[in-house]
């Protein structure tokens, strides 16, 4: 029983964190103002929800990723055992994406967009 209330509450969670998804506006917004806070940018609330962001957007897209591939369907990306991306790649891939739609684009398909581009699919 507790299992399956575990299971239920961390389902809920992932349903939250979809539908309160940072857009890359915010992103690159408070990736500047941590930049104007130097080293005490570490210790900043907006530091630490950024990188739970990166953590949770990566964690969607690896699932999302097993799925397509348990259904056979065809993957956005086709990573190594283990894919990472750097700072650089994780910013140019925020920058990437056109001004105008920064603030309709999710950090998570930013990201998607990064992964294609750094592990492409063999045709």
Not at 109 to 117: F, I, K, P, S
Request: aromatic share 4%.
């Amino acid at each position: 029983m507790k299992k399956k209330l575990l299971a239920a509450t961390l389902a809920s969670l992932a349903l939250v964190g979809i539908a309160n998804a940072m857009d890359v506006a915010t992103f690159l917004a408070k990736a500047d103002g941590l930049k104007a806070r130097g080293v005490m940018a570490m210790f900043s609330s907006d530091s630490r929800e950024m990188q739970a962001e990166l953590k949770a957007g990566a964690a969607s897209l690896r699932r999302e990723r097993l799925a397509a591939q348990a259904a056979g369907r065809r993957t956005a990306y086709c990573p190594p055992e283990h894919a990472s991306l750097s700072v650089e790649e994780v910013f140019a891939a925020m920058n990437a994406v056109p001004p105008a739609r920064r603030g309709r684009t999710q950090v998570r398909d930013a990201l998607r967009a990064a992964y294609a581009r750094k592990y492409p699919c063999p045709r």
